[in-house]
């Protein structure tokens, strides 16, 4: 009678276990289901991928940089355009003074407010005759640069886009190992009941026991994996 009792305890016992599970998976389960639908819309949404690809770019040092370049031989550009003068000078006097003898042989001097314009003008030969190849160069760099910062662009959006695809990889993947998970803790339990009333054997509970453990290892790997992707695709966002 009292083997009956304790037998009936465990699996009560076990009954109330199996719906704490029960819950707690599917709390577990809705929030993965909910990140796994918000990951889909944005793989499967051009528009919504494009604008967090833009936040990319802006939050990209290297795209930056190469801004920086292109404003630069922009600036190299208008500076060969107009190298060849090599000096321009504009000289103003708005006074002039003059001395002069008279038949006395007395100086006098005439003071007069009449402008006087003097302008100097030197060009260099070899920087006006190489002007067009030096605009040319300096335009190629620009344009170089341009291609430049596209192909990193490109790089970066395939790079953002594949963190996606592997994040909602990931995230089923742990909703698989959570189920795995559950299930072999269940059997666990079934078999230490077995193992209480002499039917299973020590090595054998010892063998569930480690394959529970492996399974906990596995799911605990995936958080971990996860939440690494998200924290990359936030830092590349510069959402974090």
Do not use: C
Not at 18 to 41: C, F, N, P, R, W
Not at 137 to 148: C, D, H, R
Request: net charge negative; hydrophobic share 40%; no cysteine.
């Amino acid at each position: 009678m009292k083997n009956i009792v304790l037998l009936l305890l465990t699996i009560v016992s076990f009954e109330l276990s199996a719906q704490d599970i029960t819950s707690g998976l599917v709390k577990e389960e809705s929030m993965y289901q909910q990140e796994i639908l918000k990951v889909s819309h944005v793989i499967n949404n051009p528009e919504l991928l494009d604008s967090l690809v833009q936040k990319a770019y802006r939050n990209s040092a290297t795209i930056k940089t190469f801004d920086e370049a292109m404003e630069l031989y922009d600036e190299e550009y208008l500076q060969k355009k107009r190298n060849w003068v090599s000096s321009f000078r504009l000289g103003v006097n708005l006074f002039s003074a003059s001395t002069s003898l008279n038949q006395d042989d007395q100086s006098f001097t005439t003071y007069g407010v009449l402008p006087n314009v003097g302008l100097n003008l030197t060009i260099d030969p070899a920087q006006l005759v190489n002007r067009k190849s030096m605009m040319r160069q300096a335009e190629n760099k620009k344009t170089q640069t341009f291609f430049q910062q596209e192909d990193q662009k490109q790089m970066l959006k395939v790079r953002i886009l594949n963190l996606y695809y592997e994040y909602l990889a990931m995230l089923e993947s742990i909703l698989i190992r959570q189920h795995s998970l559950d299930a072999r803790k269940q059997y666990l339990r079934v078999f230490e009941i077995d193992f209480k009333n002499g039917n299973r054997t020590l090595d054998e509970l010892l063998v569930i026991q480690h394959q529970v453990y492996l399974a906990e290892e596995s799911l605990m790997k995936g958080h971990v994996q996860s939440m690494k992707m998200k924290s990359e695709i936030e830092i590349l966002l510069g959402e974090r």
